[in-house]
T-cell receptor
Framework: EAQVTQNPRYLITVTGKKLTVTCSQN?????MSWYRQDPGLGLRQIYY???????DKGDVPEGYKVSRKEKRNFPLILESPSPNQTSLYFC????????????????FGSGTQLSVL | AQKITQTQPGMFVQEKEAVTLDCTYD???????LFWYKQPSSGEMIFLIY??????QNATEGRYSLNFQKARKSANLVISASQLGDSAMYFC?????????????FGTGTSLTVIP
């Protein structure tokens, strides 16, 4: 089954304790990205990657790191989490063609609800 | 400037009625795609419908249709014959073309409540 697998689903941590949210896709997608969702703000892009070893900042990259060592994996790292990073996080992936086109729609993981105390 | 604007934070519709969710976009790229996603209370993001900038006809997918007005830069989602299961958050999104970076932009969403 084609899917984006994101773990964990829920995470409660304390300020300053490094954490990693994993993301893996089995569709051989070139494009992967991370979003955070906050009430009234919609989905805001944190980082994205067009291919292996190629990553770029989105709209809200401060406090986050990513890496793309393999095509299928795109982990999100919070080196020193703070309470303002409490949010719902989504990983997403898509095919990159000549597009844009319908085939280039984003596939989403099930989300990670993060609480930083 | 906002790439995607959804001006209706919340909407109510009577069951079996039609409802239109507004979306306007801003881009200078002639090649772009517009997407609508549904997020029910369970949290997952579900793709609903796609409209390409060069598509001549409005997209339709079952009860969903997209009212695409290119000159006005609007891409409103129309849900016909609303059902209770349509109660959810709806996001409009745009993907720009290769020349402007292939990026996805999302609006702030519209919360739709279907009333029995």
């Amino acid at each position: 089954e084609a899917q984006v697998t994101q773990n964990p689903r829920y995470l409660i941590t304390v300020t300053g304790k490094k954490l990693t949210v994993t993301c893996s896709q089995n569709m051989n997608h070139e494009y992967m990205s991370w979003y955070r969702q906050d009430p009234g703000l919609g989905l805001r892009q944190i980082y994205y990657s067009m291919n292996v070893e190629v990553t770029d900042k989105g709209d809200v990259p401060e406090g986050y790191k990513v890496s793309r060592k393999e095509k299928r994996n795109f982990p999100l790292i919070l080196e020193s989490p703070s309470p303002n990073q409490t949010s719902l996080y989504f990983c997403a992936s898509s095919f990159l063609g000549r597009g844009p086109g319908r085939d280039e729609k984003l596939f989403f993981g099930s989300g990670t609800q993060l609480s930083v105390l | 400037a906002q790439k995607i604007t959804q001006t209706q934070p919340g909407m109510f519709v009577q069951e079996k009625e039609a409802v239109t969710l507004d979306c306007t976009y801003d881009t200078s790229d002639p090649s772009y795609g517009l997407f609508w996603y549904k997020q029910p209370s369970s949290g997952e993001m579900i793709f609903l419908i796609y409209q390409g900038s060069y598509d001549q006809q409005n997209a339709t997918e079952g009860r969903y249709s997209l009212n695409f007005q290119k000159a006005r830069k609007s891409a409103n989602l129309v849900i016909s014959a609303s059902q209770l299961g349509d109660s959810a958050m709806y996001f409009c999104a745009m993907r720009e073309g290769r020349w402007t970076g292939n990026q996805f932009y999302f609006g702030t969403g519209t919360s739709l409540t279907v009333i029995p």
